[in-house]
């Protein structure tokens, strides 16, 4: 026979807990769990944190997960270091921000940018094209995207590596390819 699902299950990945919290729909009672978080493996401080809630996993209608580690990452600028690969002569576009000034000072001399999340030199532009109905204009050039790899890996230290390409939600094959 199966468990009735009536258990509801939420955790938030804080930067320094997970809080974990349940439900029982059918009592309204719930329950309080907190465990350190993992920022390296964040599902490992998740894990610490449900198994020590009363209740089969069998009985969890819904599981919301949150976090507020990405966002700290974010906004203290800690994480991964990161490289992204594009098409070539699309480099700087992650740099140019046309969209991110903020209408108050779209015409003040003085505003000053903050500095991007992915330095310029971390960014490499690969030869490979397609158009924006998703057809091949270039091919991908695959030594082209090794080489760049291993620049970013090997001469840079690069951890994590965002390839983003243009008109890939038309077709990703390529982005998948790399």
Not at 47 to 75: C, K, M, P, W
Not at 135 to 158: C, H, K, P, S
């Amino acid at each position: 026979m199966t468990e009735e699902k009536i258990i509801r299950i939420a955790v938030d990945i804080g930067g320094t807990f997970v809080d974990a919290i349940k439900l029982d729909t059918e009592t309204g009672q719930f329950e309080l769990r907190k465990s350190a978080t993992t920022p390296r493996e964040p599902w490992v401080g998740v894990l610490h944190a449900i198994e020590g809630l009363d209740s089969s996993l069998l009985q969890v209608d819904t599981f919301i997960h949150g976090t507020t580690l990405g966002l700290n990452s974010l906004l203290e600028r800690r994480g991964a270091k990161t490289g992204i690969i594009t098409n070539e002569g699309f480099r700087d576009i992650f740099l140019i921000g046309r969209a991110n000034v903020p209408d108050a000072h779209m015409y003040d001399f003085l505003y000053a940018r903050p500095d991007p999340l992915v330095a310029r030199r971390c960014i490499m532009g690969v030869k490979g094209r397609r158009d924006y109905m998703g057809r091949v204009e270039q091919v991908l050039d695959e030594d082209d995207v090794r080489t760049a790899i291993r620049r970013l890996v090997e001469e840079l230290g690069i951890e994590a590596i965002a390839i983003c390409f243009l008109y890939s939600y038309v077709d990703p094959s390529d982005e998948r390819r790399v």
